[in-house]
């Protein structure tokens, strides 16, 4: 089984609509972070939590907010879709600084 | 501030040819650098990681890169290109807290 699973892997919705996007891990880690990736810019983080208790905005956290549910579940939602938010979504995870962070398959989202 | 540049937005190699994918960073401090690889409907995989020691590093799939602080860069080599190579390539930097800059990626074709 995959260590960092996201859900859904694509969806379509409309502009105004509301989307939750998922992540689940099974690595133990605390940290977990949400990125945007589009072609051309790279990976853009959106928000990142370090545990339960702790969550930060990135750089580009407008118009989307999250909840840590437990250490292993870090949900990404979008209140009102909008089409520029069409894009590829990673959920990525790490333990302590300086390792590495694990990214999951992401989720194509496409906003009409 | 801190960012990293990629040059080349595509390159097409043959296959058996030797690979080099550049990478610049800017940063005030000693850099932690990462190659992470992006497949078709994937996840990003890390390759390598440089974070102090020895400059020339050396990762799985038989990739390789060398940090020069004089340059500041951190290009990513391998001598001899598998068509499973073909991929996009991701070099990226660690900022405080764990989070990663990266640049906007290397698209690279393998001509057989």
């Known amino acids: 089984d995959a260590d960092v699973t996201q859900t859904p892997r694509n969806r379509i919705t409309k502009t105004g609509k509301r989307i939750m996007l998922e992540c689940s891990q099974t690595?133990?880690?605390?940290?977990m972070y949400w990125y945007r990736q589009d072609p051309g810019l790279g990976l853009q983080l959106i928000y990142y939590?370090?545990?339960?208790?702790?969550?930060n905005k990135g750089e580009i956290s407008d118009g989307y907010s999250v909840s840590r549910q437990a250490q292993a579940k870090f949900s990404l939602s979008l209140e009102s879709a909008i089409p520029n938010q069409t894009a590829l979504y990673f959920c990525?995870?790490?333990?302590?600084?300086?390792?590495?962070?694990?990214f999951g398959p992401g989720t194509r989202l496409t906003v009409l | 501030a801190q960012s990293v540049t990629q040059p080349d937005i595509h390159i097409t190699v043959s296959e058996g040819a030797s690979l080099e994918l550049r990478c610049n960073y800017s940063y005030g401090a000693t850099p932690y650098l990462f190659w992470y690889v992006q497949s078709p409907g994937q996840g990003l995989q890390l390759l390598l990681k440089?974070?102090?020691?020895?400059?020339l590093v050396q990762g799985i799939k038989g990739f390789e890169a060398e940090f020069k602080r004089s340059q500041s860069s951190f290009n990513l080599r391998k001598p001899s290109v598998h068509w499973s190579d073909a991929a996009e390539y991701f070099c990226a930097l660690k900022r405080g807290g764990n989070k990663l800059t990266f640049g906007t990626g290397t698209q690279l074709k393998v001509e057989l």
């Open positions: 690595k133990g880690h605390d940290r």
């Open positions: 939590s370090f545990d339960v208790k702790d969550i």
């Open positions: 440089y974070f102090s020691g020895d400059t």
């Open positions: 990525a995870t790490s333990d302590a600084d300086y390792n590495e962070q694990f």
